[in-house]
């Protein structure tokens, strides 16, 4: 069982910077896979960067360059570093832990992030 909370969405002008932080509270939570996913109005859900309990990363070819994921695991704590933010940036952002070969995985409530020009 794990509760995932995002926090750090906020409005931001073109160009700027956001820190968005994914909380997890339950155990166990560094064997956890953690991807960021971004959706915006009328379109479908994106993954936008994952990591793994191992810290291998991927990135959405639309950020590489741009945003950063990390984890602590001693903070249970997941961060998405947003670095030269777009308007197309803009969308609510969800938090996703899973573990392979275990059915069961978890969401956070999201996050709006919206860039302005």
């Known amino acids: 069982q794990v509760q995932l909370v995002e926090s750090g969405g906020g409005l931001v002008q073109a160009g700027g910077s956001l820190r968005l932080s994914c909380a997890a509270f339950g155990s166990m939570f560094f064997s956890y896979d953690v991807g960021w996913y971004r959706q915006a109005p009328g379109k479908p859900r994106e993954l936008v960067a994952g990591i793994s309990s191992f810290r291998t990363t991927n990135y959405a070819d639309s950020v590489k360059g741009r945003f950063t994921i990390s984890r602590d695991n001693a903070k249970n704590t997941v961060y998405l570093q947003m670095n030269s933010l777009k308007p197309e940036d803009t969308a609510v952002y969800y938090c996703?832990?899973?573990?392979?070969?275990?059915?069961?995985?978890?969401w956070g409530q999201g996050t709006q992030v919206t860039v302005s020009s």
């Open positions: 996703h832990a899973g573990r392979p070969g275990v059915l069961s995985d978890y």
